[in-house]
């Protein structure tokens, strides 16, 4: 290095540049460690996002499982205390039914006993004034005798006593058959009450569960809403992601081409300079070679001069001999002069031809030089475009997959709430026909019972002529303890 310093210039410029091109070299190493150490840390960061993506999912995925979980466990706690509630109100329906029909009972035997006793007390009017009636004619006819008399008196009694006690059996048979009939009125009444009331319970659960199911599809949809918005969230972070990495390793790559289209024109003109500054030195001894050959064309001129004058002078006279040698001098002046101006155009020519030809190989190594970065610049930028390209019909690609995938688990989540609903309607009917046929069942068997006991079932369907004992407050009551539910169904874990 400190025999470079003082080294002639042409020395030092080529010392220059030989340094420089092997600091392109390293730096060209430098740009290619830079581009994979790039390309390593966009994998790290693009694997990084990809796990903490995935890490969001699987935590999202459990909050809505356990969200589900617990809304299909309060379904089945609802469920529970409406099936707690509509047994204790069936209890009470049965205590109020057989309280009421025990006070019905009651009721209606008082009533009859009431009515045996005026009867009784009527009878005894009338079989006393029936007596002393008799007794009055019987004592008008003087001409029967009086056991006679008092015989006819007591036949008369014994009838009386006779006829009244078959009206009074009469009577008793007609209240024993009214007080069946009317419990047996009340009876049919009040199941056919029962029967309302157990259909009111029936609906009343079946709107719980149709309820329960809605809001349960309701929030499967919320969750694939919240699912698909993650999923899309997700999916363009990564894509931006790529993008800015994309975008900063072209800016990189543009800036490194131009850098090194800089330092290439800036070696081209060092280079071109160094030429120059050469050019002297190669001219000087290309005259000097042209010089020498001149010199040698000079002594060969003038060896061939004296053997020419030697000739000329041997058949001369020596009087003419001065002369003629002063001529041959100026004849021989006068080549070399011209042979001179020859070789002096000759080197001048060179100078000339050697300056144009280097300055015209400047000018084209310059101009391909130019071309071939400007090549390389456009190859590059093609080549990023092809990656932009090819990068955004990924992006494109994984997003139309992303909505399929999307698309399809939303057809099957509806197909799946649709076979859901479907399938509760089906066992809703399949319910409310079975109560209708027990019903039926129940009220025929019960209107074939009181046939057999003698009560025709238009008998039954008459009004009562009696107030049954809280018949109003009973069903209302019954009514009112039943709360207005219209939710869904007791889902088993994972039915929906």
């Not at 199911?213 to 969750?223: D, G, T």
Request: hydrophobic fraction near 25%; glycine fraction near 2%.
């Amino acid at each position: 290095m400190f025999c470079a310093l003082f080294a002639p210039i042409e020395v030092r410029f080529e010392l220059e540049l030989e340094l420089e091109l092997d600091g392109g070299c390293e730096e060209m190493h430098e740009q290619m460690s830079g581009y994979k150490r790039m390309r390593r840390e966009h994998q790290a960061h693009l694997v990084k996002l990809e796990e903490k993506c995935k890490v969001d999912m699987e935590a999202h995925k459990a909050a809505l499982d356990k969200e589900y979980d617990t809304l299909l466990h309060n379904f089945t706690r609802e469920l529970e205390r409406l099936e707690n509630k509509h047994l204790q109100d069936v209890e009470r329906w049965l205590k109020q039914t057989s309280a009421a029909e025990k006070k019905l009972h009651k009721e209606i035997t008082l009533k009859q006993e009431c009515d045996r006793k005026a009867y009784d007390l009527n009878r005894k009017k009338e079989y006393k004034a029936n007596k002393e009636r008799w007794k009055r004619e019987l004592s008008m006819d003087d001409q029967t005798p009086k056991r006679q008399r008092d015989l006819t008196l007591q036949s008369q009694k014994d009838n009386l006593k006779q006829h009244e006690a078959q009206e009074e059996q009469r009577m008793l048979q007609a209240q024993k058959q009214y007080i069946e009939l009317e419990m047996r009125k009340f009876k049919r009444k009040r199941m056919i009450m029962q029967h309302e009331h157990e259909d009111i319970q029936l609906r009343d659960e079946l709107g719980k569960k149709e309820q329960q199911l809605q809001q349960a599809h309701a929030m499967l949809v919320k969750h694939h809403e919240k699912t698909q918005e993650l999923e899309y969230r997700q999916q363009k972070s990564v894509h931006q992601l790529r993008e800015e990495q994309i975008n900063k390793q072209h800016d990189t790559e543009l800036h490194n081409q131009k850098d090194y289209m800089e330092r290439i024109k800036k070696e081209l003109v060092r280079k071109h300079a160094v030429e120059l500054r050469q050019q002297p030195k190669s001219l000087k001894q290309k005259e000097l070679l042209i010089r020498k050959q001149f010199r040698e064309t000079c002594k060969t001129q003038t060896k061939q001069y004296k053997r020419y004058k030697a000739q000329v002078l041997q058949t001369t006279p020596k009087e003419q001999q001065k002369e003629v040698i002063k001529q041959l001098k100026e004849e021989k002046h006068r080549k070399l002069t011209l042979l001179g101006e020859q070789y002096e155009q000759s080197i001048s020519d060179m100078f000339q031809s050697q300056s144009y030809k280097l300055d015209e190989s400047q000018v084209i190594e310059c101009q391909r030089t130019h071309e071939q970065l400007e090549y390389e610049l456009e190859m590059l930028t093609a080549y990023q475009n092809k990656n932009k390209k090819q990068a955004q019909e990924q992006r494109d690609r994984e997003r139309r997959e992303l909505e399929n995938r999307v698309s399809v688990r939303r057809g099957l989540l509806e197909n799946k709430m649709d076979a859901e609903l479907q399938q509760f309607n089906q066992e809703r009917a399949e319910r409310l026909r079975m109560k209708h046929e027990k019903h039926t069942k129940e009220l025929e068997a019960f209107d074939n019972e009181s046939n057999s006991l003698g009560f025709s079932t238009s008998s039954l369907s008459e009004v009562s002529r009696e107030a049954y004992p809280d018949e109003e407050g009973s069903l209302s009551g019954s009514m009112n303890s039943l709360p207005h539910s219209n939710s869904s169904t007791s889902f088993p874990a994972g039915s929906l």
